[in-house]
Protein backbone atom coordinates (compact mmCIF):
# COMPACT_ATOMS: atom_id res chain seq x y z
CA UNK A 1 0.00 0.00 0.00
CA UNK A 2 3.00 2.31 0.98
CA UNK A 3 4.87 1.59 -1.85
CA UNK A 4 1.73 2.11 -4.32
CA UNK A 5 1.55 5.67 -2.97
CA UNK A 6 5.15 6.67 -2.90
CA UNK A 7 4.65 5.78 -6.67
CA UNK A 8 1.77 7.93 -7.21
CA UNK A 9 3.50 10.86 -9.80
CA UNK A 10 1.59 13.98 -9.44
CA UNK A 11 0.19 13.62 -13.60
CA UNK A 12 -2.22 10.20 -11.81
CA UNK A 13 -3.45 12.81 -8.66
CA UNK A 14 -4.64 15.59 -11.56
CA UNK A 15 -5.68 12.61 -14.05
CA UNK A 16 -7.76 10.66 -11.22
CA UNK A 17 -9.05 14.51 -10.19
CA UNK A 18 -9.87 15.22 -13.51
CA UNK A 19 -11.94 11.64 -14.34
CA UNK A 20 -13.93 12.19 -10.61
CA UNK A 21 -14.75 15.90 -12.18
CA UNK A 22 -15.99 14.68 -15.41
CA UNK A 23 -18.30 12.36 -13.95
CA UNK A 24 -19.45 14.50 -11.09
CA UNK A 25 -20.59 16.81 -13.94
CA UNK A 26 -21.88 13.78 -15.89
CA UNK A 27 -24.13 12.66 -13.08
CA UNK A 28 -25.53 16.18 -12.24
CA UNK A 29 -26.33 16.67 -16.07
CA UNK A 30 -28.42 13.66 -15.82
CA UNK A 31 -29.69 13.24 -12.75
CA UNK A 32 -33.66 14.76 -12.60
CA UNK A 33 -33.72 12.97 -15.98
CA UNK A 34 -34.70 9.84 -17.84
CA UNK A 35 -31.17 8.97 -18.62
CA UNK A 36 -31.22 8.00 -14.57
CA UNK A 37 -33.32 5.38 -15.46
CA UNK A 38 -31.78 3.89 -18.33
CA UNK A 39 -28.59 4.10 -16.79
CA UNK A 40 -29.96 1.90 -14.00
CA UNK A 41 -31.60 -0.32 -16.72
CA UNK A 42 -28.18 -0.67 -18.30
CA UNK A 43 -26.99 -2.18 -14.76
CA UNK A 44 -29.22 -4.73 -14.54
CA UNK A 45 -28.97 -5.53 -18.27
CA UNK A 46 -24.74 -5.99 -17.29
CA UNK A 47 -25.44 -8.36 -13.47
CA UNK A 48 -27.99 -10.64 -15.78
CA UNK A 49 -25.13 -11.23 -18.57
CA UNK A 50 -22.36 -11.99 -16.25
CA UNK A 51 -25.22 -14.08 -14.23
CA UNK A 52 -26.28 -16.12 -17.25
CA UNK A 53 -22.53 -16.37 -18.35
CA UNK A 54 -21.84 -18.13 -14.56
CA UNK A 55 -24.94 -20.27 -14.94
CA UNK A 56 -23.98 -21.52 -18.65
CA UNK A 57 -27.03 -19.84 -20.30
CA UNK A 58 -25.69 -19.24 -23.47
CA UNK A 59 -28.43 -18.24 -25.57
CA UNK A 60 -29.14 -15.33 -22.68
CA UNK A 61 -25.20 -14.64 -22.68
CA UNK A 62 -24.75 -13.95 -26.50
CA UNK A 63 -28.00 -11.85 -26.82
CA UNK A 64 -26.88 -9.59 -24.06
CA UNK A 65 -23.03 -9.46 -25.37
CA UNK A 66 -24.82 -8.57 -28.36
CA UNK A 67 -26.51 -5.78 -27.06
CA UNK A 68 -24.08 -4.50 -24.78
CA UNK A 69 -21.29 -4.37 -27.82
CA UNK A 70 -23.53 -1.66 -29.44
CA UNK A 71 -24.45 0.18 -25.83
CA UNK A 72 -22.15 3.04 -26.71
CA UNK A 73 -24.05 3.53 -30.02
CA UNK A 74 -27.12 3.11 -28.51
CA UNK A 75 -26.30 5.89 -25.75
CA UNK A 76 -24.96 8.25 -28.57
CA UNK A 77 -28.00 8.29 -30.42
CA UNK A 78 -30.55 8.89 -27.38
CA UNK A 79 -28.62 11.30 -25.27
CA UNK A 80 -26.94 13.37 -28.86
CA UNK A 81 -29.16 16.41 -27.81
CA UNK A 82 -27.53 16.13 -24.05
CA UNK A 83 -24.20 15.34 -25.45
CA UNK A 84 -24.43 17.66 -28.28
CA UNK A 85 -25.13 20.70 -24.92
CA UNK A 86 -22.46 19.56 -23.15
CA UNK A 87 -19.95 20.19 -25.92
CA UNK A 88 -21.20 23.81 -26.43
CA UNK A 89 -21.05 24.30 -22.69
CA UNK A 90 -17.13 23.36 -22.89
CA UNK A 91 -16.56 25.79 -25.97
CA UNK A 92 -17.85 28.49 -24.09
CA UNK A 93 -15.08 30.69 -21.34
CA UNK A 94 -17.23 29.44 -18.33
CA UNK A 95 -18.85 26.16 -18.88
CA UNK A 96 -19.54 25.47 -15.15
CA UNK A 97 -19.62 28.76 -13.42
CA UNK A 98 -21.60 32.40 -13.82
CA UNK A 99 -20.27 35.47 -12.76
CA UNK A 100 -21.96 36.69 -9.58
CA UNK A 101 -23.39 39.87 -11.81
CA UNK A 102 -25.21 38.04 -13.91
CA UNK A 103 -26.83 35.75 -11.00
CA UNK A 104 -27.74 39.17 -9.55
CA UNK A 105 -29.42 40.34 -13.15
CA UNK A 106 -31.41 37.10 -13.51
CA UNK A 107 -32.84 37.53 -9.79
CA UNK A 108 -33.83 41.26 -10.69
CA UNK A 109 -36.10 40.17 -13.57
CA UNK A 110 -37.57 37.82 -12.11
CA UNK A 111 -38.10 39.70 -9.10
CA UNK A 112 -39.51 42.51 -10.88
CA UNK A 113 -41.71 39.88 -13.26
CA UNK A 114 -43.08 38.72 -10.00
CA UNK A 115 -44.13 41.97 -7.98
CA UNK A 116 -45.85 43.22 -11.75
CA UNK A 117 -47.78 39.85 -11.80
CA UNK A 118 -48.73 39.89 -8.38
CA UNK A 119 -49.79 43.90 -8.92
CA UNK A 120 -51.98 42.87 -11.85
CA UNK A 121 -53.65 39.94 -10.30
CA UNK A 122 -51.90 37.36 -12.84
CA UNK A 123 -50.53 33.76 -11.37
CA UNK A 124 -47.72 32.50 -12.89
CA UNK A 125 -44.94 29.48 -11.91
CA UNK A 126 -41.24 30.40 -12.35
CA UNK A 127 -39.09 27.91 -11.95
CA UNK A 128 -35.51 28.64 -11.30
CA UNK A 129 -33.66 25.41 -12.66
CA UNK A 130 -30.02 24.59 -10.72
CA UNK A 131 -27.79 21.70 -10.43
CA UNK A 132 -30.64 19.06 -10.59
CA UNK A 133 -31.60 18.75 -14.89
CA UNK A 134 -34.98 19.53 -15.66
CA UNK A 135 -35.03 17.99 -18.80
CA UNK A 136 -38.21 15.94 -18.63
CA UNK A 137 -40.56 18.65 -17.23
CA UNK A 138 -38.97 20.90 -19.78
CA UNK A 139 -39.66 18.46 -22.59
CA UNK A 140 -43.46 18.41 -20.99
CA UNK A 141 -44.00 22.04 -22.31
CA UNK A 142 -43.50 24.57 -25.11
CA UNK A 143 -39.28 25.60 -26.30
CA UNK A 144 -38.63 28.98 -26.26
CA UNK A 145 -34.30 29.84 -25.39
CA UNK A 146 -35.11 33.17 -25.56
CA UNK A 147 -32.89 35.60 -23.17
CA UNK A 148 -34.59 36.18 -19.85
CA UNK A 149 -36.33 39.66 -19.09
CA UNK A 150 -39.30 40.26 -17.12
CA UNK A 151 -41.01 41.57 -19.39
CA UNK A 152 -41.48 38.45 -21.53
CA UNK A 153 -42.25 36.18 -18.09
CA UNK A 154 -44.98 38.60 -17.75
CA UNK A 155 -46.66 38.54 -21.55
CA UNK A 156 -45.80 34.40 -21.01
CA UNK A 157 -48.27 34.36 -18.11
CA UNK A 158 -50.79 37.06 -19.48
CA UNK A 159 -54.59 35.85 -19.35
CA UNK A 160 -55.30 34.19 -22.85
CA UNK A 161 -51.75 33.70 -23.74
CA UNK A 162 -51.72 30.37 -25.13
CA UNK A 163 -48.41 29.65 -22.56
CA UNK A 164 -50.04 30.97 -19.80
CA UNK A 165 -50.64 27.26 -17.99
CA UNK A 166 -48.13 25.14 -16.56
CA UNK A 167 -44.56 27.03 -15.50
CA UNK A 168 -41.90 28.47 -17.12
CA UNK A 169 -38.18 27.37 -16.62
CA UNK A 170 -35.44 29.53 -16.16
CA UNK A 171 -31.90 29.36 -16.00
CA UNK A 172 -28.26 30.90 -17.07
CA UNK A 173 -29.65 33.83 -18.03
CA UNK A 174 -32.48 31.98 -20.62
CA UNK A 175 -36.13 31.32 -20.52
CA UNK A 176 -35.91 27.54 -21.69
CA UNK A 177 -39.69 26.23 -21.73
CA UNK A 178 -43.10 27.80 -20.79
CA UNK A 179 -46.45 25.76 -20.12
CA UNK A 180 -44.25 23.00 -18.19
CA UNK A 181 -46.31 20.57 -16.68
CA UNK A 182 -45.11 20.03 -12.86
CA UNK A 183 -46.01 17.19 -10.70
CA UNK A 184 -48.54 18.04 -7.97
CA UNK A 185 -47.41 17.47 -3.98
CA UNK A 186 -49.27 14.48 -2.28
CA UNK A 187 -48.05 15.57 1.18
CA UNK A 188 -50.85 15.89 3.56
CA UNK A 189 -49.69 18.54 5.41
CA UNK A 190 -49.89 20.84 2.81
CA UNK A 191 -52.71 23.93 3.64
CA UNK A 192 -56.04 23.27 1.98
CA UNK A 193 -55.75 26.86 1.58
CA UNK A 194 -53.19 26.38 -1.63
CA UNK A 195 -54.67 25.72 -4.94
CA UNK A 196 -53.10 23.89 -7.51
CA UNK A 197 -50.17 26.23 -8.46
CA UNK A 198 -48.80 25.94 -4.92
CA UNK A 199 -49.10 22.11 -4.95
CA UNK A 200 -47.40 21.58 -8.50
CA UNK A 201 -44.63 24.26 -7.12
CA UNK A 202 -43.96 22.39 -3.99
CA UNK A 203 -44.42 18.68 -5.94
CA UNK A 204 -41.34 19.56 -8.35
CA UNK A 205 -39.42 21.44 -5.54
CA UNK A 206 -40.08 17.93 -3.66
CA UNK A 207 -38.26 16.05 -6.55
CA UNK A 208 -35.57 18.41 -7.22
CA UNK A 209 -33.71 21.04 -6.23
CA UNK A 210 -35.45 24.06 -8.24
CA UNK A 211 -36.57 27.09 -6.52
CA UNK A 212 -39.89 28.00 -7.62
CA UNK A 213 -41.71 31.44 -7.41
CA UNK A 214 -45.31 31.22 -7.15
CA UNK A 215 -48.12 34.28 -7.61
CA UNK A 216 -51.61 33.66 -6.58
CA UNK A 217 -54.28 35.40 -8.93
CA UNK A 218 -57.06 35.53 -5.98
CA UNK A 219 -54.73 36.73 -3.19
CA UNK A 220 -51.75 38.69 -4.79
CA UNK A 221 -49.15 36.58 -2.72
CA UNK A 222 -46.11 36.02 -3.60
CA UNK A 223 -44.74 32.62 -2.37
CA UNK A 224 -41.43 30.57 -2.48
CA UNK A 225 -41.25 26.46 -2.64
CA UNK A 226 -37.86 24.78 -1.74
CA UNK A 227 -37.06 21.09 -0.13
CA UNK A 228 -41.00 20.22 -0.26
CA UNK A 229 -41.52 23.38 1.82
CA UNK A 230 -43.23 26.68 0.23
CA UNK A 231 -42.88 30.29 2.09
CA UNK A 232 -46.17 32.32 1.60
CA UNK A 233 -46.32 36.27 1.33
CA UNK A 234 -43.62 37.41 0.50
CA UNK A 235 -43.08 40.84 -0.04
CA UNK A 236 -40.74 41.69 -2.77
CA UNK A 237 -37.79 43.01 -0.82
CA UNK A 238 -38.18 39.57 0.95
CA UNK A 239 -38.48 37.46 -2.26
CA UNK A 240 -35.36 39.14 -3.62
CA UNK A 241 -33.01 38.92 -0.12
CA UNK A 242 -34.33 34.89 -0.46
CA UNK A 243 -33.42 34.69 -3.98
CA UNK A 244 -29.92 36.13 -3.19
CA UNK A 245 -29.09 33.72 -0.16
CA UNK A 246 -29.76 30.77 -2.41
CA UNK A 247 -28.85 31.13 -6.14
CA UNK A 248 -26.07 34.06 -5.05
CA UNK A 249 -24.70 33.24 -1.59
CA UNK A 250 -25.35 29.94 -1.70
CA UNK A 251 -27.16 29.63 1.77
CA UNK A 252 -29.46 27.16 0.92
CA UNK A 253 -32.28 26.83 3.47
CA UNK A 254 -34.93 24.10 3.51
CA UNK A 255 -37.41 26.19 5.27
CA UNK A 256 -37.85 29.82 7.20
CA UNK A 257 -39.42 30.33 10.19
CA UNK A 258 -43.04 31.84 8.36
CA UNK A 259 -43.04 28.90 6.50
CA UNK A 260 -43.44 26.93 10.08
CA UNK A 261 -45.81 29.36 10.82
CA UNK A 262 -47.69 29.02 7.93
CA UNK A 263 -47.75 25.04 8.45
CA UNK A 264 -48.47 25.68 12.24
CA UNK A 265 -51.58 27.76 11.29
CA UNK A 266 -53.20 25.78 8.65
CA UNK A 267 -56.49 24.37 9.28
Not at 259 to 265: A, E, Y
Request: hydrophobic share 45%; charged share 20%; net charge positive.
Amino acid sequence: MLETLHSLRWQDITDILLVAFIIYRAILMIRGTRAVQMLAGIGVLTVVYFGAKELELMTLYWLLGTLLNSIFLIIVIVFQRDIRKALVQVGQASPFTKPVEDKESDLHEVVTAARQLAQRKIGALIILERETGLKDYLDSGQAIDAKLSSGLLISIFMPGSPLHDGGAVVGAGRIHSARCVLPLTKSPYISKHLGTRHRAAIGLSEETDAVVVVVSEETRQISLAQHGAITTNLSEGELRNRLREILVTKKDKPASLSTLKSWLNRP
